[in-house]
């Protein structure tokens, strides 16, 4: 697996981070306060415009807990570590765990490969525009023994619902014939 040396950056806040991150302690996967940082965008397709979220807490002058913060980081040595064979999984970055994967897309229904990236119990969070409040954000994680997903925007389609139905229930499936 090939080890990033790239520096970790934190922006200033945006619309996205509080979506993602309250859309993560939803979960009970973070604990957040006000948001602190943003994410870089750019147009790619799929994979290609990914990054990390690594999470870290931010404390006043008396050491006592404030919120969090958010260091994003490219998501290339990640989707190796879950897509190339042999590649041990990458769960951490420096002792920090990753609390997240986003990904900009114009179509915001998770694919059939995006599986291997939620099966790793880390969330995957997608959405056309993490600075805008109007556009879809989906985040796709696992729990409780099956694939959920909370969403935010202006409201998908029947037809989008109903597919992003039949992807959660096709990965259900595939874990289960995972562990058979």
Not at 46 to 63: F, K, M, S, Y
């Amino acid at each position: 697996m090939t080890t990033s040396t790239l520096t970790p950056f934190i922006s200033t806040p945006s619309a996205f981070t509080g979506r993602v991150i309250s859309s993560c302690a939803a979960l009970g996967l973070l604990a957040f306060t006000p948001a602190i940082a943003g994410a870089a965008e750019t147009a790619a397709p799929n994979n290609a415009n990914c990054e990390i979220v690594l999470t870290n807490p931010i404390q006043d002058e008396t050491g006592k807990a404030r919120g969090l913060g958010a260091t994003y980081l490219p998501a290339e040595d990640f989707l190796i570590s879950v897509y190339e064979e042999g590649t041990p999984t990458m769960l951490e970055v420096k002792d920090r765990p990753i609390s997240a994967v986003i990904c900009k897309r114009l179509d915001v229904i998770p694919t059939k490969n995006d599986y291997s990236i939620v099966a790793t119990g880390i969330p995957l969070s997608l959405s056309q525009s993490f600075e805008s409040r109007d556009s879809d954000l989906v985040t796709v994680y696992y729990k409780n023994g099956s694939f959920q997903k909370i969403y935010k925007g202006p409201g998908l389609s029947e037809e989008g619902a109903t597919l992003l139905e039949k992807r959660l229930a096709a990965y259900d499936k595939m874990k289960a014939d995972q562990i058979k």
